[in-house]
């Protein structure tokens, strides 16, 4: 029996940071209740779908979840429980913003059942999360780690996030320091994106924001890696590093083709080979819920083309790198586009798996664009048959 997680989504945040593309509301902590009602009937209304043992995570994100009351949450978890099972050992995270915690909720978390929590730290240095625009300082972040630790919480990922711009390679080096003291069992390293439809994209399209250039954000994202795996982290995601054991189950399942339930506005799910997802749109999640109606807004089933495309797209995310068929293998080996990729020392072919190289992990997206291409290419060569003979 296959495995399955779960996701639940929390829109709500004291503030939008102003790089922050995710599905949030700000100033709604009256709909707190009403909100945890509804997670709790939609979860009641889904099949049960895990295996006997249970689902063998649960990641509670946002958002920030730690906006309800302990409470709340509890009564969600509850309900996780009832109606999917959670197996025995199975990872529970929370996702939690430092300004938003104090010492006595991290050890309600840890009561209720949290067992791994992700703690958006971002930086070390006030000046980085000025830039970006945080409602918490350096000490804060620090004081929610110990906090977490002095909770009991044995298994801590801290996020970060680097190429703030305005911010130097030494600040990215104190954060990294910081970060290796503290030896959280996780990190999650993330080049600033520029999302569709946020302040800092307005500003960077206006001129009012620098933006980092690629060699730059390339000489951080290295320093990092090279930072985090000297310090003894397996660096087994493009973006996450980990102690030995302690890769995120939950996220690993998602690189991987795990397949994931998905409740709360804009959660996204994969059962069966299919993917669907929940209208994006807080007062209308509400009100498909307490009327008894799916919250769904949308769903697919990729054709096989397109999920080779994304496994291969994921996979070459992951240290194991991806599996190939027989046919695909050779295929590949035949296509000029792969050989100069494997030439040009991006990637490797290792028996029945291609892995990125130390080379290709910088410049993933674009090898991984090209690999791609070149598998849609196969797929269009198996549809049209073999070539004509030259006559
Ligand atoms: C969904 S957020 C939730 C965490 C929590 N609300 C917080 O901000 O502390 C998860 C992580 O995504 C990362 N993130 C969000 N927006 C980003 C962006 N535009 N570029 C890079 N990383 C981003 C941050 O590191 C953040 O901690
Ligand atoms: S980065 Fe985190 S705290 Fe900031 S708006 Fe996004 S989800 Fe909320």
């Known amino acids: 029996m296959k495995s399955l997680g779960l996701y639940a989504h929390f829109p709500f945040c004291p503030c939008r ?22 997670l709790c009937n939609e979860l009641e209304a889904i099949a049960r779908l895990a295996p006997a043992e ?30 999917q ?50 409602d918490h300082t350096a000490a804060d972040a620090l004081g929610a780690f110990r906090a977490s630790r002095k909770a009991g919480f044995d298994n801590v990922n801290l996020d970060l996030i680097f190429s703030i711009p305005g911010a130097t390679d030494e600040d990215w080096r104190r954060t990294l320091d910081v970060v290796v003291d503290l030896r959280p069992e996780h990190i999650s390293t993330y080049a600033l994106t520029l999302e569709e439809g946020t302040s800092f994209q307005r500003r960077a399209r206006s001129g009012d924001l620098p933006v980092v250039c690629e060699d730059d954000d390339a000489r951080q994202y290295i320093g990092g890696l090279e930072r985090l795996t000297a310090a003894g982290y397996e660096h087994y995601e493009i973006s996450n590093f980990a102690l030995p054991g302690r890769r995120s189950r939950h996220n690993w399942a998602y690189w991987t083709g795990g397949e994931y339930l998905g409740v709360g506005v804009s959660a996204h799910r994969y059962v069966d080979g299919r ?9 209308d999640y509400l009100a498909q819920v307490e009327a008894g109606s799916s919250p769904t807004e949308g769903g697919e089933r990729l054709d096989p083309a397109a999920a080779t495309s994304e496994r291969v797209w994921l996979g070459l995310r992951t240290c194991e790198g991806v599996k190939l068929g027989r046919v695909e293998r050779e295929g590949l080996a035949a296509k000029r586009r792969m050989t100069d990729l494997v030439r040009g020392g991006f ?15 910088p410049v993933a997206d674009a090898v991984s664009v090209e690999i791609v291409t070149v598998i849609e290419d196969l797929a269009r060569d198996a549809q049209r048959g073999p070539d004509p003979p030259v006559p």
């Open 85 to 134: 099972g959670i197996a025995v050992g199975a990872e529970i995270t929370v996702e939690a913003n430092p300004g938003t915690t104090d010492a006595a909720r991290y050890a309600d978390l840890r009561q209720i059942g949290f067992n791994r929590i992700s703690i958006g730290a971002q930086s070390f240095f006030d000046q980085g999360l000025r830039l970006l625009g945080r």
């Open 275 to 283: 993917r669907s997802w929940n209208t994006k749109d807080l007062p």
């Open 17 to 38: 940071c102003p790089y922050c593309g995710f599905t949030v509301v700000t100033g709604k902590d009256d709909l707190h209740e009403r909100y945890a009602t509804a």
């Open 347 to 361: 990637v490797q072919l290792e028996g029945d798996r291609m892995k990125l190289t130390g080379k290709g992990i």
């Open 54 to 83: 249970g689902l063998a995570s649960v990641f509670f994100g946002g958002g920030t979840p730690t906006r309800l009351e302990p409470r709340l949450l509890e009564r969600i978890l509850t309900t996780v429980r009832a109606s």
